[in-house]
C-alpha cells in the first residue's frame, strides 16, 4: 500500500493556537475534522491516520517546536518507510499575502526556520505548500509577526485557503505533486 506523510508546521502549546506560525497545524486540523479522524500524542508529534483510495495517510504535526521540525519528518518517513516523494510539507510564508498559497515540488527553505533544519536532514526534494500570512510588520518586528494571532479579519482571508488545503492534500496524494501544481497554483495567487 502506498503511504503517505502530510506534515503541517507549527509550534506546540496553547499559547500558539491560531498565531500566523502554526497556520500548517491549522490546515492539518482542518482536514482531519473534515475527514472525521483524530490526532493522537505520539513520537515527536501529533499524528492522526487515514486512507484516501486505498492510499494511507500519516498526518503530523511535530512537537519539536519549529526549529527541530526535521527530527520530527526524518522520523516519520524512516518509520512508516515512506518515500520522500510521498511527503508535503504545509508552512506559513511571509513573502506571500494572506490566504495566498502556492505549492512547489522542491526547492530552497526561502528563511522559514522549519523548512531549513527539514532541508538539514533530509535535503530539499520534498513538496511543500507555502500558505501565505502576510509581512505588514515593521523592519526587526518578524518574530512579534510570526507568533502573533490572526485577527478575525485575517481569518475571513484565511479561511478559504485552509479550507482548499485539504483538497490540495487529496489531490496531491492522489494524482502527484505536478498535477496537484497545475491544478491549484492559480487558485493561489492574491
Known amino acids: ?21 502554526n497556520t500548517g497545524f491549522m490546515v492539518l486540523d482542518a482536514f482531519a475534522k473534515a475527514s472525521n479522524i483524530v490526532f493522537e500524542d505520539k513520537r515527536y508529534g501529533f499524528v492522526a491516520e487515514t486512507s484516501i483510495k486505498g ?6 504535526k511535530p512537537t519539536t517546536f519549529m526549529n527541530l521540525s526535521g527530527n520530527a519528518v ?12 510521498h511527503l508535503l510539507v504545509i508552512s506559513d510564508d511571509v513573502a ?13 527553505n526561502g528563511g522559514h526556520n522549519g523548512l531549513g533544519h ?31 494571532h490572526y485577527s478575525e479579519d485575517d481569518m475571513k482571508l484565511l479561511q478559504p485557503a485552509i479550507d482548499l488545503g485539504g483538497e490540495i492534500i ?18 493561489g495567487k492574491k
Not at 526524518?74 to 516523494?85: A, G
Open 1 to 21: 500500500m502506498d503511504k503517505y506523510l502530510i506534515c503541517g508546521l507549527g509550534n506546540p502549546g496553547s499559547e500558539y493556537e491560531d498565531t500566523r506560525h
Open 55 to 60: 492510499r494511507k495517510v500519516f498526518l503530523l
Open 74 to 85: 526524518r522520523y516519520w518517513l524512516n518509520k512508516e518507510n515512506i518515500d520522500q516523494s
Open 96 to 108: 506571500l499575502p494572506l490566504g495566498a498559497f502556492r505549492l512547489k515540488a522542491s526547492g530552497s
Open 118 to 148: 527539514i532541508q538539514q536532514l533530509i535535503g530539499q526534494n520534498y513538496a511543500r505548500l507555502r500558505m501565505g500570512i502576510g509581512n505588514d510588520y515593521p523592519r526587526g518586528r518578524q518574530v512579534d509577526w510570526v507568533l502573533g
Open 170 to 187: 487529496k489531490s496531491f496524494v492522489l494524482s502527484g505533486i505536478d498535477n496537484t501544481m497545475n491544478q491549484f497554483n492559480k487558485l
